[in-house]
Every structure is written in structure tokens, then in C-alpha cells.
């Protein structure tokens, strides 16, 4: 079992940047790879970033590459997602996730442990 709190999220004007994290408590850290999701109003929830359990290998969505870096602390237990050049189509509750196995990264069943969420809103 894992406990994950996300934290960092607010609001922003279009362009700017943001970098969320998220803690995590429990079971080694290491063990997990860790993703990052996003959910706007009456969307489906979906894939943002991943990160290998060691941070070697991260992939991330179109929609968000080259903007977007996810990034991890294992000493610290911490993943964090430095978002810049927000866009208000990134407005959305930002939800971090761990996968004891190897993710599938955009598939959101893929991931046993989830965060509470932190809102991100971007306004232009």
C-alpha cells in the first residue's frame, strides 16, 4: 500500500508555468513507476506523463511533450511534473499514480495507488 499526496496546483496565466509533486508514503518508493493524469469537467481521465521506477525511461502524451517534464526524487520520495508554457486547455484536477508493475502508461487501470488530486487552472 502507498499513500500519494499531490500538491503544487493553482492558478495561472496561459504561458506560465506550474510544478506540481506528489508524496508518497508506504511501500519503497522505488518499487513503483509513477504517472501523472489529468481530469477536466466532464472528461474521461487522461494520461499526462510516466516515469520508470529509477527514471530512466519517461513517455508522455502529445499533448503535453516538450511542455511538460515529469521528473522523480526516490531519496525523497517525490515525483514532480514541472508544466510550462500552460495552455487553458490544461485546465484540470492533476492526479498522480503509482503502478507496482510495469504500466501500460495511458492506461489508467494499469495503476493501483492514486492521489486526491490538485487543481490546475489555466485562464488566458
Known amino acids: 500500500q502507498v499513500q500519494l499526496v499531490e500538491s503544487g496546483g493553482g492558478l495561472v496565466q496561459a504561458g506560465g508555468s506550474l510544478r506540481l509533486s506528489c508524496a508518497a508514503s508506504?511501500?519503497?518508493?522505488?518499487?513503483?513507476?509513477m504517472g501523472w493524469f489529468r481530469q477536466a469537467p466532464g472528461k474521461e481521465r487522461e494520461f499526462v506523463a510516466v516515469i520508470s521506477r529509477y527514471g530512466g525511461s519517461t513517455k508522455y502524451a502529445d499533448s503535453v511533450k516538450g511542455r511538460f517534464t515529469i521528473s522523480r526524487d526516490n531519496a525523497k520520495n517525490t515525483v514532480f511534473l514541472q508544466m510550462n508554457s500552460l495552455k487553458p486547455e490544461d485546465t484540470a484536477v492533476y492526479y498522480c499514480a503509482a503502478s507496482e508493475l510495469a504500466p501500460r502508461p495511458s492506461l489508467v487501470n494499469d495503476y493501483a495507488y492514486w492521489g486526491q488530486g490538485t487543481q490546475v487552472t489555466v485562464f488566458s
Open positions: 508506504g511501500r519503497t518508493f522505488s518499487s513503483y513507476a
